[in-house]
């Protein structure tokens, strides 16, 4: 068995923010930034797992690991052999090295890079054979159900499925993803992503409370999720529930779907600048009906706007991580300077910023 180097992308999450385990959709696109894992097969049923990033120390343990045997960082690299493994497919024991330019917990999902870089390099050492849509819900059962972080399959999808000059339609009532053309370059635009490196500490709880929400809504609703009623006008859905809570949850949830879908048609019809303002109306959504935001997201986002931002919006799940805002290219160092000069008159801690364009999804290459 040869050696393989698997690689997989991180992802930003353009529009469709805490849809998916509503059975909704959502459109995330790859980054150019990407995770590497060398994968050299073992004859002895040993796994050694290394990286490269700060205070990554090396683990070993055996394929045939099981929830709990690791911790850490390299949990994420042993989830996916004990999830393939679950899955029926026999793989090898190996060294694994990671190597990785994706920022870590900036909401850009590395962890979804790491895990499918692993199981794509896994797939060809072992000559499996799986299909993406396969290896994404494969690497989402090791984060779930190994690390243990309840997450949706998107981060997978995306990585999974990205492709140049593309984002990925996630529909996670239908499990699917379907390629949708976003050329930024050639209507002369960028996608700016302020890092604003806050991270709300009760974020775990929120998510699962936001989560509950939604389930005991539907269950109100008498549906078994909430995208069971998106041909339904939303008013009229969210007249039918009492609580006040429940009833601006459910409408982000309802409205932001919406928003996913008009984006698509606008970016079928090649209309790259017209879903500007879908991104601030998303944003607008989160922070007052689905309250995830925080003051530094709100801030990045007001002062991008200020600065000639087109739209801008929070991605990701909430609480602080990354804004991501469309930009003129030549606008984008003065939006990227708007947000800086706002946060230190804040006295926040600076953001990074960084211009990116959609990636290519995960694929290997066997070393000679
Ligand atoms: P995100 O996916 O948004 O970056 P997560 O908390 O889901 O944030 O995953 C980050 C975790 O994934 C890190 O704390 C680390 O344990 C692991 N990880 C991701 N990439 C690497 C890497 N290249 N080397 C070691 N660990 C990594
Ligand atoms: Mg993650």
Same mark, same amino acid.
């Not at 050299?40 to 045939?64: E, I, L, M």
């Not at 299909?131 to 984060?143: S, Y």
């Not at 935001?293 to 991580?321: I, K, N, W, Y």
């Given at each position: 068995?040869?050696?393989?180097?698997?690689?997989?992308?991180?992802?930003?999450?353009?529009?469709?923010?805490?849809?998916?385990?509503?059975?909704?959709?959502? /459109?995330?696109?790859?980054?150019?930034?990407?995770?590497?894992?060398?994968?050299?097969?073992?004859?002895?049923?040993?796994?050694?797992?290394?990286?490269?990033?700060?205070?990554?120390?090396?683990?070993?343990?055996?394929? &045939?690991?099981?929830?709990?045997?690791?911790?850490?960082?390299?949990?994420?690299? &042993?989830?996916?052999?004990?999830?393939?493994?679950?899955?029926?497919?026999?793989?090898?024991?190996?060294?694994?090295?990671?190597?990785?330019?994706?920022?870590?917990?900036?909401?850009?999902?590395?962890?979804?890079? /790491?895990?499918?870089?692993?199981?794509?390099?896994?797939?060809?050492?072992?000559?499996?054979?799986?299909?993406?849509?396969?290896?994404?819900?494969?690497?989402?059962?090791?984060?779930?159900?190994?690390?243990?972080?309840?997450?949706?399959?998107?981060?997978?999808?995306?990585?999974?499925?990205?492709?140049?000059?593309?984002?990925?339609?996630?529909?996670?009532?239908?499990?699917?993803?379907?390629?949708?053309?976003?050329?930024?370059?050639?209507?002369?635009?960028?996608?700016?992503?302020?890092?604003?490196? #806050?991270?709300?500490?009760?974020?775990?709880?929120?998510? =699962?409370?936001?989560?509950?929400?939604?389930?005991?809504?539907?269950?109100?609703?008498?549906?078994?999720? /909430?995208? #069971?009623?998106?041909?339904?006008?939303?008013? #009229?859905?969210?007249?039918?529930?009492?609580?006040?809570?429940?009833?601006?949850?459910?409408?982000?949830?309802?409205?932001?779907?919406?928003?996913?879908?008009?984006?698509?048609d606008l970016l079928r019809a090649g209309k790259v600048p017209d879903i500007a303002p879908l991104l601030t109306e998303s944003h607008a959504s989160m922070r007052d009906d689905y309250?995830?935001?925080?003051?530094?997201?709100?801030?990045?986002?007001?002062?991008?706007?200020?600065? =000639? &931002?087109?739209?801008?919006?929070?991605?990701?799940?909430?609480?602080? =991580?990354?804004?991501?805002?469309?930009?003129?290219?030549?606008?984008?160092?003065?939006? &990227?300077?708007?947000?800086?000069?706002?946060?230190?008159?804040? =006295?926040?801690?600076?953001?990074?910023?960084?211009?990116?364009?959609?990636?290519?999804?995960?694929?290997?290459?066997?070393?000679?």
């Amino acid at each position: 068995m040869n050696t393989v180097t698997g690689s997989a992308p991180g992802r930003v999450n353009l529009i469709g923010e805490h849809t998916d385990y509503n059975g909704g959709v959502a /459109l995330p696109l790859a980054l150019p930034h990407r995770t590497r894992a060398r994968v050299q097969p073992r004859a002895d049923g040993v796994v050694t797992a290394s990286s490269s990033a700060p205070g990554s120390s090396t683990v070993t343990f055996d394929r &045939a690991t099981q929830p709990g045997d690791v911790d850490g960082w390299a949990a994420y690299v &042993a989830g996916v052999f004990w999830s393939l493994r679950e899955s029926g497919h026999e793989v090898p024991g190996a060294d694994v090295v990671v190597d990785s330019d994706v920022p870590r917990g900036a909401g850009l999902s590395s962890s979804a890079a /790491l895990e499918c870089a692993v199981l794509v390099a896994l797939d060809r050492v072992a000559g499996l054979g799986l299909d993406r849509t396969g290896m994404a819900l494969i690497a989402q059962r090791a984060e779930n159900d190994y690390v243990g972080a309840p997450t949706g399959a998107m981060d997978q999808m995306a990585a999974m499925h990205g492709g140049d000059g593309q984002v990925v339609l996630f529909d996670a009532r239908a499990v699917s993803a379907q390629p949708i053309p976003c050329d930024l370059d050639a209507a002369g635009l960028a996608l700016l992503i302020i890092d604003t490196r #806050a991270a709300h500490s009760h974020a775990d709880g929120e998510y =699962g409370a936001r989560r509950a929400s939604c389930e005991e809504a539907a269950a109100q609703l008498g549906v078994s999720t /909430l995208r #069971a009623l998106q041909e339904q006008q939303v008013d #009229a859905v969210v007249d039918r529930l009492g609580d006040d809570v429940l009833r601006r949850r459910v409408r982000h949830i309802l409205t932001e779907n919406a928003r996913v879908l008009r984006t698509v048609d606008l970016l079928r019809a090649g209309k790259v600048p017209d879903i500007a303002p879908l991104l601030t109306e998303s944003h607008a959504s989160m922070r007052d009906d689905y309250e995830i935001s925080a003051p530094e997201v709100d801030v990045a986002v007001e002062a991008a706007m200020q600065a =000639g &931002a087109l739209g801008a919006r929070m991605t990701g799940g909430g609480f602080g =991580g990354s804004v991501i805002a469309l930009v003129d290219r030549e606008r984008s160092d003065a939006v &990227a300077e708007g947000a800086r000069t706002a946060f230190e008159r804040n =006295g926040f801690t600076e953001p990074h910023t960084f211009v990116v364009v959609p990636a290519v999804g995960a694929g290997v290459q066997e070393d000679q």
